[in-house]
């Protein structure tokens, strides 16, 4: 990708100064001393010279969405980097050369963003912004004069120039809803929870029961689609017959019921407009809480 950020700084520069190519040439080559003795006609020269994480721009976390088959998907988000330059330009005078570098400048100043009709290669199909900074006091290079030294080069006038590319990582996991929660609470000095938890073939959660002591509630969700369009989300009311409690789906279906007291069933009654009430008896827990509505039928 870095190959095609260099070309489409390039294209900034010809399309934009503009700048004939015939006249002027544009370098991309380390500008140490056997480079400059073999240059034959004017030359700008931009060499990226440090890459980094822009910190500032960091999103810690990750992105979460629910897919439609009721699956989460979890992605890093992007990572943003700046990639830092340093233009010079090469003549055999100094006003031409001192001339070159105002255009130069006067050009990058204008677009602090690069459009998007110069892009390059896989910038062309990548949804970014290529963001830019020229001639930032604020920059990572805070000598010039050991640049030249390094290349072993005579000390030039240089304009920093860093453009902020974005960075997928490509992270990304799919994992299976949570159908049901359970939530027990202990007594504060209980010492080992272990023994207030025995074997059970009993519905109190993963074939465990609980002796005295020991509050638990229960957390269930489900969503309600259509029978006759499997997938298509249904807004219902659903009412937990045991408890009195109803709520409503989201524009996904889902629904969720938190702090039950534990039951071994409960009976969901799903009421919707255009649909056939609908009457179920859960056991808890099971593999899933789905219910699908048959549309009801309209007599002519």
């Known amino acids: 990708m870095i190959e095609d950020l260099d070309e489409t700084i390039r294209q900034l520069l010809i399309q934009k100064m503009p700048l004939n190519t015939t006249e002027v040439d544009i370098s991309f080559d380390v500008p140490d001393r056997e480079w400059s003795g073999s240059i034959s006609k004017p030359t700008i020269n931009i060499y990226l010279h440090d890459i980094r994480e822009n910190l500032e721009l960091r999103q810690t976390g990750w992105n979460v969405a629910r897919n439609i088959d009721g699956t989460f998907s979890r992605s890093r988000p992007p990572g943003f980097y700046d990639m830092s330059y340093l233009i010079t330009a090469w003549t055999t005078n100094v006003e031409d050369e001192h001339r ?4 130069v400048l006067a050009t990058m100043v204008r677009y602090p963003v690069i459009p998007a009709e110069v892009y390059q290669g896989v910038l062309v199909n990548q949804n970014q912004t290529l963001s830019t900074k020229i001639a930032q006091p604020d920059g990572v290079l805070r000598n010039v004069a050991d640049v030249w030294t390094a290349l072993e080069n005579q000390l030039k006038p240089v304009l920093p120039y860093v453009v902020t590319v974005t960075l997928e990582p490509q992270l990304f996991h799919v994992s299976s809803p949570v159908r049901s929660k359970f939530l027990r609470f202990y007594a504060p000095d209980t010492e080992d929870v272990s023994k207030l938890v025995v074997p ?27 029978a006759n369009n499997p997938g298509k989300p249904v807004r219902a009311e659903v009412v937990l017959v045991e408890q009195g ?56």
């Not at 409503?248 to 071994?264: C, D, M, V």
């Open 200 to 226: 059970s073939n009993g519905n109190s959660g993963n074939g465990t029961a609980l002796v005295a002591g020991v509050t638990q509630f229960v957390q269930i969700g489900g969503q309600i689609t259509e």
């Open 245 to 300: 409690l109803n709520v409503r789906t989201n524009a996904q279906g889902y629904y969720t019921f938190n702090n039950l007291i534990e039951r071994s069933e409960y009976t969901l009654l799903v009421v919707a407009p255009g649909y056939v009430t609908t009457r179920r008896v859960l056991t808890i827990p099971t593999g899933s809480y789905d219910l699908e509505l048959q549309p009801e039928e309209i007599e002519v």
């Open 100 to 103: 070159l570098l105002w255009y």
